[in-house]
């Protein structure tokens, strides 16, 4: 609003930039113009101070559609005053000269005439529509009816007002006909998500049975291979065994011809053994033919003396040696003789 400024028989006006200010002096206007700043006479001066910037009417309304169902409409009116020369003359925008606030409620006549010109519009296009083309369409229909409408208004042209912008914010039925409107769509909803529920089940069912019938193939797959691998160990066991027992033949057919020609070999050589011991026997017999009892047992004692076990300590007394003395000494006497008789035969003997 204007800010005025009283002084004795004169008041000055300061007014902002967004209001335009009209000055009457005595049926002349003498001021007009935005932001304006002077100074006037109270008794003979008349002010009218309009908004000039864009200003929002909310609108809200009941009416009936075309099947006896009452909505609520939600709107909203943008407008300002085009041409506030012809406002001022149309509508009472007067301030006091001393407070410069408004003598009377020029935007609210103006707003209840936007509210009366726009629920005329939409009534018309509300009752041509049923309930359900209000609610899937009503919205820009209105729309577009209550703004067609209020520009194409002559009185409004006629007041100096400018329509901006309409606005439709929603269109809502009663509470019990709302819910009652949105069951089928909530059941066709609901349908939708048992019949999708029902689809990821069956997916679920068919991919356990695929993931089922893959686990009994793997199974299958693997006792084929067990079976195989079963049959490998098993021919291999057979040729490891049949393997070890040619080496086992092998190896006792060379151990049993290894004894077999060990056996030989010893067998013959016991037999020359044998055959050179009988010899050197013979031979021994042989020599032994032509001996004297005293050589023989002097052999043998000899032999058994080879025979016998170590003897740590041997005591020979006199009694023992005596007889044997006298028994060579005999031998050695008659020794000569039997040499005279050889010689005389011309016969020749070798003693070993």
Do not use: C
């Amino acid at each position: 609003m204007a800010k005025i400024t009283q002084r004795p028989f004169v008041n000055h006006l300061q007014s902002s930039s967004t209001t335009y200010v009209r000055r009457v002096r005595q049926g002349k206007v003498v001021n007009t113009g935005v932001g304006q700043s002077f100074w006037f006479r109270p008794r003979i001066s008349s002010i009218s101070e309009l908004p000039i910037d864009e200003r929002e009417l909310p609108l809200i309304f009941r009416d009936r559609t075309g099947d006896y169902q009452e909505v609520a409409v939600q709107a909203s009116i943008t407008f300002r005053f085009a041409e506030p020369d012809t406002a001022a003359e149309r509508i009472d925008f007067t301030i006091d000269n001393a407070s410069g606030m408004w003598t009377a409620t020029p935007l609210e006549q103006v707003g209840g005439l936007l509210t009366e010109l726009a629920q005329q519009h939409a009534v018309s296009v509300l009752a041509a529509m049923t309930l359900t083309e209000v609610m899937v369409q009503g919205i820009p229909t209105l729309r577009s009816a209550m703004a067609a409408g209020l520009r194409d208004d002559d009185r409004i042209r006629e007041t100096g007002i400018e329509i901006v912008d309409v606005r439709v914010v929603a269109v809502r039925p009663e509470a019990e006909m709302e819910k009652a409107l949105q069951t089928p769509v909530r059941e066709h909803l609901q349908q939708a998500a048992d019949k999708a529920t029902f689809e990821r089940r069956a997916t679920a069912v068919e991919q356990e049975r695929a993931i089922s019938e893959n686990e009994l193939q793997n199974r299958i797959e693997l006792a084929i291979r067990e079976e195989q691998l079963v049959e490998q160990m098993g021919a291999n066991e057979h040729k490891r065994i049949t393997d070890a027992a040619e080496a086992s033949r092998i190896k006792a057919s060379a151990q049993a011809e290894n004894v077999e020609v060990q056996g030989r070999a010893r067998a013959a050589a016991s037999r020359e053994l044998g055959a050179a011991e009988a010899a050197t026997e013979a031979r021994k017999v042989k020599a032994y033919e032509g001996a004297s009892e005293g050589v023989l047992f002097a052999l043998s004692a000899k032999e058994f003396a080879g025979n016998l076990p170590d003897v740590g300590t041997l005591v020979i007394s006199p009694d023992m040696i005596t007889p044997l003395l006298a028994k060579f000494m005999t031998q050695d006497e008659a020794a000569p003789e039997a040499g005279a008789v050889d010689a005389e035969s011309g016969g020749e003997r070798t003693e070993r």
